[in-house]
Every structure is written in C-alpha cells, then in structure tokens.
C-alpha cells in the first residue's frame, strides 16, 4: 500500500456562471494566471455516506460546521493509479482537507474494515471518521470536467468545473465516466480558492465581470434527485439511461 498525505487549507468561494460570463471571465484570468500542466481532467468522487444519508442531510442543512468522507480519482482509475480518501470539513467558511493517496482497492479494503492505517495524524482520522459514523458505504458517484488556473508563487487557484453528473449505480472509478446530467442549462460552476485575503486584482475582475456568488453541492444536488427513489429498480433504470456527455469548451 502505496501512500502520501497531504493536507488543504483554505476559503473556496463559489459561483455558478453562463458560458458568457465563463468566457469573459477566463479571457481577463489570463492576464494573470496560469492554466495547469494537466489542462482540463476529469474528476470523479464516491461519496460515502451512512444508510440514512446522515451527512449529506446534516450538510444540506447548511450548519456551522459539516463534514464528507470521499474516494477522488483524476479519470479512470487503473489498478495502480492513485486515487485520494479525502475527508472534507467546513466550519464558518474555512475548507480544511486531509487526503492520502493510495489504491482503489486499498481505500475501500480499509473503508470496510478489512485493512487498518495508522501511520499517520490524517490516516487517524480518517480511522476516526469511518469508526465514528460506522456502516459508511457508497453512495453517490459525481463525475465532471475541471479546468484549474495557477498563479506562479501565490496560493491562489481558480477552478471551472463543466457538465456535472452523477451515478447511484457502478459506484467505483474504474467502469466508466458515464452519469445522468446534473445541470440541463450548462452553467459552470466557478471556485476561487485562497488562503486569507484576495489579491485586488482578482477581486477587480469580479467587479469588472459581475459574476454572482452562488452556492452549489454536486453531491447534494444529486441526493435531492434522488431523495426517496433508491430502490433496486430505479437504480436499474438510471443505468439505462446515463450515457457519456461530451462537453466541448
């Protein structure tokens, strides 16, 4: 078992913008900020949850503070391509993250209680977390397209991501990149991630764009979709019609 740790500090403020206003918005970015080295990838992320969806309804909520369990994965994963078990906390607006990086099938050995990792804090808690709320399993899969911007020598990073959707269905990341549409009216969904304070010229291209802050959660936007309907059946019919979606920039 292969593993790195890594842990995120930082505000992620959001907004849900127009193709426009995608398309004015990255043309003044440029003058500032860096495409990454990977372009734009594809991210997919099991959530786990309890039976009774105790963490995607506390955090539907909107409380104080609220936390997710996940499996990330940039595209399909291999049996040796490295997938992150990732908890995620929220509290008075600060992201913290804590994520080791190892395999698919180590993630979800240890998920199920077949494996055991101690080494480090994160790995601890990770422990902690799975033990505490007991019978996590998958829940949703969420899959979309991300194109990330880098400033060189700042911890600012801005992300787009495009055609967002899920499966309750095949709930790994190594059968397919195929799900039901989230969002019917191609709206991206933007994420400015600092560590303190924005930097005034960021701040300036937000005025100069009139982008609007919306809040959005892909895996809670999924859940309300399908809010009382998990049964076998209709988990067979989404099988049915969740297709590949090309999404051209």
């Known amino acids: 078992m292969i593993k790195s740790n890594q842990v995120f500090e930082r505000y992620e403020l959001k907004y ?19 495409v990454d080295k990977y372009g734009i990838s594809t991210i997919q992320s099991v959530y786990f949850d309890t039976p009774d969806y105790k963490l995607i309804t506390k955090s539907i909520d909107k409380p104080v503070f609220k936390e997710k369990i996940r499996l990330r994965s940039y595209g399909l994963a291999t049996e040796d391509s490295p997938c992150y078990l990732e908890i995620k906390r929220k509290a008075e607006g600060l992201v913290y993250k804590r994520r080791i990086s190892l395999k ?12 055991d990792i101690n080494d480090s804090q994160i790995e601890r808690e ?3 977390f799975r033990n505490y709320y007991k019978n996590l399993e998958p829940s949703m899969l969420i899959i979309y397209e991300r194109e990330s911007f880098y400033k060189e020598n700042s911890e600012v ?8 959707r899920y499966r309750t269905y095949d ?3 190594h059968t397919s990149l195929e799900g039901i549409p989230l969002n019917e009216n191609d709206e991206i969904y933007m994420e400015i991630k ?8 960021l701040t300036e291209i937000i005025t100069k ?3 609007k802050r919306g809040s959005i959660s892909k895996y809670g936007e999924a ?21 590949l979606i090309q999404f051209n920039i």
């Open 16 to 34: 849900i913008l127009t193709k426009t206003e995608y398309e004015e918005f990255k043309k003044e970015l440029l003058n500032h900020m860096k």
């Open 104 to 115: 698919e099938e180590d993630a979800l050995n240890f998920m199920n209680y077949k494996v």
């Open 126 to 128: 990770l422990k902690y």
């Open 157 to 164: 990073r801005v992300t787009f991501d495009f055609n967002p």
């Open 171 to 173: 709930l790994n990341l």
């Open 194 to 201: 600092v560590l303190n304070n924005m930097p005034l010229w």
């Open 209 to 211: 764009t009139k982008v």
């Open 223 to 243: 859940y309300k979709r399908v809010k009382g309907h998990t049964s076998p059946a209709l988990r067979k019919g989404e099988a049915a019609y969740g297709k």
